[in-house]
């Protein structure tokens, strides 16, 4: 199975304030412009790097996951053709563990803490909002059901994390993330132990290649999330590299003094105020192999 700890982190690191340069002027962007496709963005970022030295790898993936991530950036339907284009995310004011209110600014890439009678007139999302969300996401296997079946010919298997993507498969028996060729846009497949699946492209579902590898996390018995009941804190190191983006969010709406610090660039992150509730939602949806409890 391919290795799902990102290679990059490390220059991820040295990079972070270049990283949050560019994310600002991504924002800026897509305030002008309302929205833009993920080629269009891929584009810019990969012209605002050219234009700095830096030694980034991936760049369009290590900008713009952590603020889909976060939700300062949405991803909608364009209504004439149907792709995925992404926009700023909508002002919301989030209420805290401890009652105080947390407003978040897109256009100005800002948090903050308010007075509780300065609401104005943005919605408040509750910690229950973090439930509400998780119980209406099905189960990564039966959102994998529906994707197209095939029978093509699996000659590369596909690393994300990996800089040069592809490596010769010696067999295709294996669950795993495979490519009939190692052009970067070629179609991609998961090998499941019974069917061969088409994942959906970027432009049709950001998130698709995230339930791909969560899946194969959970099948290779390999949990994705640690859980401490005594302490209500999860611990995830696959926050910034596989989970999908929807349980990023329902999971940082427990904590969402997170946020104060800054948008993530680290792949490991600890949640606090998870509760027993939370924990069976997150074994419905991935499987119970994907959480480990201890009580340490």
Known sequence: MINLKPQGIRILQENKELVKSLQRKILLFLSVTNYASWHILKRNIRNLVDSEPSNIINPEYQVIYPLLRTGFIETARNPETGKLVYCLGSNAIIQTPCENL??????????????????????????????????????????????????????????????????????TVTPNIYSHSNFFYSNKYLKTKEELYLIPSIEDNI?????????????????????????????????????????????LLCDPMILLNEIHFENSITIKYITKKHITELKRIFGENAVREKNE
Do not use: G
Not at 217 to 240: G, H
């Open 207 to 251: 998130d698709a290649m995230n339930i791909a590898l969560c899946y194969l996390q959970v099948i290779n018995e390999r949990c994705i999330f640690n859980y401490n009941p005594l302490k209500e804190t999860i611990t995830s190191a696959y926050f910034d590299s596989i989970l999908p983006f929807l349980i990023c969010r329902a999971l």
């Open 102 to 171: 947390l407003k978040i600014t897109t256009r100005d890439f800002h948090c903050e803490i308010i007075e509780k009678n300065n609401e104005e007139t943005y919605p408040i999302i509750s910690k229950d909002a973090s439930l509400f969300i998780l119980k209406n996401i099905p189960p990564l296997k039966e959102v994998i059901l529906h994707w197209i079946k095939s029978e093509v010919l699996l000659q590369f298997i596909y690393n994300r994390f990996n800089k040069n993507h592809f490596i010769r498969a010696k067999e």
